[in-house]
């Protein structure tokens, strides 16, 4: 059984920065692409960033690139997503997932085949 539990959600100011946690199962962590996603309110689920299963290619979100960076951590089995510059918009529910059949990254959420439960991201004006 796969488990994926992401962490480091809260409230935050527009400006403000946060950290978010993803904590995977352990062989599987090593050995597949990882990604962000996120959704708003009343609005399908979003593609945030992806990262490869080496760590050695990233990719984001134009809405997002520039602020937030991806990561990940084999020793802690943890992929990270830090957030910068945070906007009211970018207020979500953020969840994480892992890409098991592909060593390809991938943006659509059908890419990606066990999930977390997610954690909220709230950014207040």
């Known amino acids: 059984q796969v488990q994926v539990v992401e962490s480091g959600g809260g409230l935050v100011q527009a400006g403000g920065s946060l950290r978010l946690s993803c904590a995977a199962s352990?062989?599987?962590?090593?050995?597949?692409?990882m990604g962000w996603f996120r959704q708003a309110p009343g609005k399908e689920r979003e593609f945030v960033a992806a990262?490869?299963?080496?760590?050695?290619?990233?990719y984001y979100a134009d809405s997002v690139q520039g602020r937030f960076t991806i990561s990940r951590d084999y020793a802690k089995n943890t992929a990270y997503l830090e957030m910068n510059s945070l906007k009211p918009e970018d207020t979500a529910d953020y969840s994480c997932?892992?890409?098991?059949?592909?060593?390809?990254?991938?943006?659509?959420?059908?890419?990606?085949?066990?999930w977390g439960q997610g954690t909220q991201v709230t950014v207040s004006s």
């Open positions: 990262i490869s299963s080496n760590g050695g290619s990233t």
């Open positions: 997932a892992l890409r098991a059949a592909s060593q390809r990254l991938g943006i659509a959420t059908g890419d990606y085949d066990y």
């Open positions: 352990g062989r599987i962590f090593r050995t597949t692409p």
